[in-house]
Structures are given as structure tokens and as C-alpha cells.
């Protein structure tokens, strides 16, 4: 099998989920809810899991609920001393830059957010660019027109010519199902969703070699 594009999730796929950032953001999405739409705090936790299982983000399930300005959502989730739970990776970096094929970006967040993580990650310029949430539109994974918009962002015509690097196989499902060979990130469980699982991308060496011969 031949790859030419790479996608990667950010967050807990490019660091792991021990670093506890993600769990920070979700502790922000339920501040926001709280402060700028009076919601009880007793109800915040079944309306988010709602809206992730229905639309994919909590996000997407504000806006049509609420109609909130995603601006002012992401800005205020993603206002963190990023440092305090992520350091510089040279070992990933190193990884990352050796990989022959074109790598982008492709989050549910925002840009700001992604380059921000990349930046403290020490992995600038180890990325040909950035899908996010604003480039599909306010679409999300894993809604199928999300996954479309990306390999058009890439310039990417065949789906079996990407590969989709997530920590969730709710992502990962339709990108399958589209043709991408998929990677589940942060487990060695195999999933239905996912062509191959792996602990840490640091393991991909060893996982899939054949993606430094390309061939």
C-alpha cells in the first residue's frame, strides 16, 4: 500500500492523554455553559454528553441550541497555560519530519488552538497545514462531509490514499468506512474502527515501517 497524505488529530493523539489537557479544556466547555448560559452545573454534564453523542462536539450542539459565537466559545475553552501540562517532544518531531508524506492537521478545535499545541510541542513546521473546525465549516468529525473537506484541503482526490491518525474510533468509523486506513492512537486494544492501534505515535516505527518506504 502507498500513502500520500497524512492526517493527525491533536489532542491526545500528538501528546498523550496522561498529560491531562483535555481533561482541562472539557472542565472549560462546562465553565463556559455555565457562566454565559446560566446552566446549572448539575445539568452541564448530561447536555454535553448529548450534544457530543448527537452532533460530535459540544460546540456544534451550542450553536444550533443556543446559538452561541463560536469565536467566543473557543477562545474561552482553549484559554490555558498550555505549558503546564505539555514540553517540547524532539523524539516526535524527529519522527515526524522523516515521514515522506504530505502531514496535515485535522481537528475539531480551532486553528489558534492547534498551532498553539503545536508550538509547545516543539513540532512547528512538521505540518503542510491546518484543518479545523472553522476550515470545514463548523462540520466536526465524524460527520462524513468533515472527512470530505479535508482531502480537499489536502488536495487529495482517493481516500486510500490517506491515512487518519485519532484517539477516537468515533472519528476513525467514517474515515473507514471512505476508504482511509485508520489509527487509533493511545491504546494497543484492536477496534473495528481502526486498521491498526498503537500506544503512542512514537511507536510507529515499529508498528508501521512500511510508511518509510511508502511503498
Not at 466547555?29 to 455555565?34: A, G, L, N, V
Not at 452541564?44 to 446559538?67: A, C, D, N, V, W
Not at 473495528?192 to 500506544?199: C, D, H, L, S, Y
Request: proline share 7%; net charge negative; glycine share 4%.
Amino acid at each position: 500500500m502507498s500513502f500520500t497524505t497524512l492526517f493527525f488529530d491533536v489532542d491526545d493523539t500528538l501528546y498523550p492523554a496522561t498529560a491531562g489537557l483535555w481533561e482541562a479544556i472539557r472542565d472549560r466547555m462546562s465553565e463556559f455553559m455555565h457562566e454565559r448560559l446560566n446552566l446549572s452545573p448539575q445539568e452541564i454534564p448530561m447536555l454535553r454528553r448529548s450534544y457530543f453523542e448527537k452532533y460530535g462536539t459540544t460546540l456544534r450542539g451550542l450553536q444550533i441550541h443556543y446559538h452561541i459565537d463560536p469565536d467566543d466559545y473557543l477562545t474561552y475553552v482553549h484559554d490555558l497555560h498550555l505549558e503546564s501540562f505539555l514540553k517540547p517532544d524532539p523524539v516526535l518531531r524527529s519522527l515526524l519530519l522523516s515521514l515522506p508524506q504530505n502531514k496535515w492537521i485535522f481537528t475539531n478545535a480551532d486553528e489558534q488552538h492547534a498551532r498553539r499545541v503545536i508550538e509547545t510541542l516543539g513540532l512547528s513546521h512538521c505540518f503542510v497545514g491546518i484543518v479545523d473546525v472553522r476550515a470545514m465549516d463548523y462540520h466536526c468529525k465524524p460527520e462524513v462531509e468533515a472527512y470530505r473537506l479535508a482531502m480537499d484541503f489536502a488536495g487529495e482526490t482517493e481516500p486510500h490514499n490517506c491515512v487518519l491518525f485519532d484517539d477516537s474510533a468515533r472519528n476513525l468509523a467514517p474515515a473507514l468506512d471512505l476508504g482511509f486506513f485508520t489509527i487509533l492512537v493511545g491504546t494497543n486494544q484492536p477496534n473495528k474502527a481502526a486498521n491498526k492501534t498503537i500506544p503512542n505515535l512514537k511507536d510507529l516505527p515499529k508498528k508501521m515501517p512500511q510508511l518509510w518506504s511508502n511503498s
